[in-house]
């Protein structure tokens, strides 16, 4: 095969494979400039040898093209979570907590709804037209999406014509794909070679972030509004039941299924009822919703800080499937700690192939008696992460192997220890470990660390396999000739990347703590041993006892911090970080 066409098909298997990571699972493992430049790459070679370009390139269909630039929009009130429930016991207690809040009263209305998988949108209406679409975001701050509104089929424009309408009113709901829709859409992805949404919520999501709409999203997804956040004047019914009924007469698409309960027992039977239509259903949903309908009620029980009081979502039993564990390996920290991962026969849960689990430490292993060769349940809730939540004993085969305790680092063969109490396993060969410098040099330069753009995991990891650049200072020590070593990168990359290293140095103090990737020292905690401290110096000396007395720093925590400032290598390493050398700064 030709060396360009060559080249083209594994660049665009490249892109395709992060666009499935992107808009499947709205995560990325590169950064953007590192995406884009596969992108560019791909139409230099694209443009040498038009010949090569195929119908679903990228560089062609504007449906492929991804770029983070929504514009974001600061939601007026948060958008927040759900409590979650799976048991009987826990809606009774719930039910309790609410009737205390009323004085136990018991005449309160229970408004039973549908728990709808896609994600969470906010809708405001001015004078009666549509103003704004965003999404949830990290709860404060959303994306405007409105202008991919014609890919939500049901969502009205223009409100149909009413006495007294409020000029400015906030809806929440949910933004889903019909499962028509979905088998239609990943037909399409296929027949272009394209990967397929692994799920119906990833699919609304990855299509309503879409910033180039495509034609063959037109009137794909579909909206139900399942709360009036706020409105500019008293209007709408004080039973949410009733608001959302109304909405109905402006022509906002609620979903019917909804109903008034007064007490436990018609709540479960509604439960019930849902449980055993849910199969018939056009969408898909993992439980229902249950909230205080009244909502002067729902003023006085309030909110904490991630959901509302006066609402819980009762899931549905987790979705499980049984598979094979093919093997155990342990994989090694940025803090050196040892966690064994089951490798499984590849299984599908509700879409998702699922090839690995973790099984945390040895604790769990011994929890659960798994064997090598054991035959387990896996399961995955929601979004998630999956476990194992049992051995199937009978189906256990002669040969099935222990899982033994390793004695030496999968990487680096150094002696494995168990400190104390503690139930975890370490490799202790800090700066001598390879997983350990590269996990140590990912946090290092992640976006609320450093923040030093453009260096991927894979970049990292070649840079400390080639012995290039294995710790902070030699990462600020690289140079042109040394990056052009690694591969994909061509002077440009290199270039940027230099200049990314030179800007990130203009830090913060909070940032620059968390970037020493200090056991347990998470954001929050560096930005409040920032505040105390204000001076590095000040830091280092810190006793045990004036780190114990700082927000969120428990006795635990105070150790670790204490221990990081006994070590020579780190103390040396900060200080060359901070020198005119390198000239770390904030
Ligand atoms: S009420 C303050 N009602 O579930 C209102 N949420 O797991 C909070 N969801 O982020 C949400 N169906 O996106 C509510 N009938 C329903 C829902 C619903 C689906 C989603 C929503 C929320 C998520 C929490």
Redesign the pocket.
């Known amino acids: 095969m030709d060396k360009i066409k060559k080249k083209i098909k594994k660049l665009l298997k490249k892109i395709h494979k992060h666009n499935l990571l992107y808009f499947g699972k709205n995560t990325q493992n590169i950064s953007n400039e590192q995406y884009d430049y596969y992108i560019k790459k791909l139409k230099i070679l694209e443009k040498k040898q038009t010949n090569f370009i195929t119908k679903n390139s990228p560089t062609q269909s504007v449906s492929g093209f991804i770029k983070k630039k929504f514009k974001k929009i600061k939601h007026k009130t948060p958008?927040?979570?759900?409590n979650n429930a799976y048991e009987k016991k826990q809606i009774k207690h719930f039910i309790k907590k609410i009737l205390k809040k009323n004085n136990n009263i018991k005449n309160i209305l229970y408004c039973c709804?549908?728990?709808?998988d896609g994600?969470?949108v906010s809708v405001i209406y001015k004078d009666s037209k549509l103003f704004k679409i965003s999404t949830?975001g990290d709860g404060n701050i959303g994306e405007d999406v409105t202008k991919n509104i014609n890919m939500i089929k049901n969502l009205p424009i223009n409100l149909k014509k009413y006495n007294n309408i409020p000029s400015l009113f906030e809806l929440?709901g949910?933004v889903f794909m019909l499962k028509k829709n979905f088998i239609k859409i990943n037909k399409k992805l296929k027949e272009q070679n394209k990967k397929i949404f692994n799920s119906l919520r990833n699919a609304a999501s990855g299509s309503l972030r879409r910033i180039n709409s495509s034609n063959f999203l037109k009137n794909k997804l579909n909206f139900f509004c399942?709360?009036i956040n706020w409105s500019n004047k008293e209007y709408f019914p004080k039973s949410h039941f009733n608001s959302l009924k109304f909405l109905k007469k402006l022509n906002i698409p609620i979903n019917e299924n909804i109903k008034q309960c007064k007490n436990i027992k018609e709540i479960f039977n509604y439960y019930k009822y849902i449980l055993n239509i849910r199969k018939k259903l056009n969408f898909e949903i993992d439980g229902i919703?249950i909230k205080v309908d009244d909502k002067i009620l729902q003023k006085k029980i309030g909110y904490s800080s991630s959901y509302?009081r006066w609402?819980i979502?009762y899931k549905f039993p987790s979705k499980k499937g049984i598979t094979k564990i093919k093997n155990v390996d342990f994989q090694v920290s940025r803090t050196g700690i040892l966690t064994p991962v089951a490798r499984l026969k590849p299984i599908y849960i509700s879409g998702i192939k699922i090839s690995n689990v973790n099984l945390y430490n040895f604790n769990e292993i011994n929890r659960l008696k798994i064997m090598i060769g054991d035959t387990v349940t896996v399961s995955r809730s929601g979004d998630v992460i999956p476990k194992i939540i049992n051995v199937i004993k009978k189906f256990r085969p002669k040969n099935a192997k222990k899982i033994n305790i390793p004695n030496y680092c999968p990487i680096c063969n150094s002696i494995i220890k168990r400190l104390n109490e503690d139930i975890n396993l370490y490799c202790l060969n800090s700066i001598n470990c390879i997983a350990q410098s590269k996990e140590k040099l990912k946090h290092f330069v992640s976006k609320n660390a450093m923040n030093i753009k453009g260096f991927g995991k894979k970049i990292i990891n070649e840079l400390v396999d080639k012995n290039i650049a294995k710790n902070p200072i030699e990462l600020f020590k690289i140079n042109l000739l040394s990056l052009l070593k690694i591969n994909r990168i061509n002077i440009k990359l290199a270039k940027k990347l230099l200049k990314s290293l030179k800007t990130s140095k203009n830090t913060t103090f909070p940032r620059f703590i968390y970037s020493l990737g200090i056991p347990k020292v998470g954001i929050t905690i560096s930005h409040n041993i920032a505040y105390h401290y204000k001076k590095i110096n000040l830091l280092i000396n810190a006793d045990i006892y004036s780190l114990n007395s700082i927000k969120n720093v428990g006795i635990n925590v105070s150790n670790k911090i204490y221990f990081f400032f006994q070590v020579k290598e780190n103390l040396k390493m900060i200080n060359y970080l901070i020198s005119k050398e390198i000239g770390i700064n904030w």
Do not use: C, F, H, T
Request: hydrophobic share 60%.
């Open positions: 958008m927040l979570s759900l709804e549908l728990k709808i994600l969470a949830r929440r949910e399942y709360v919703v509302p609402a979502a």
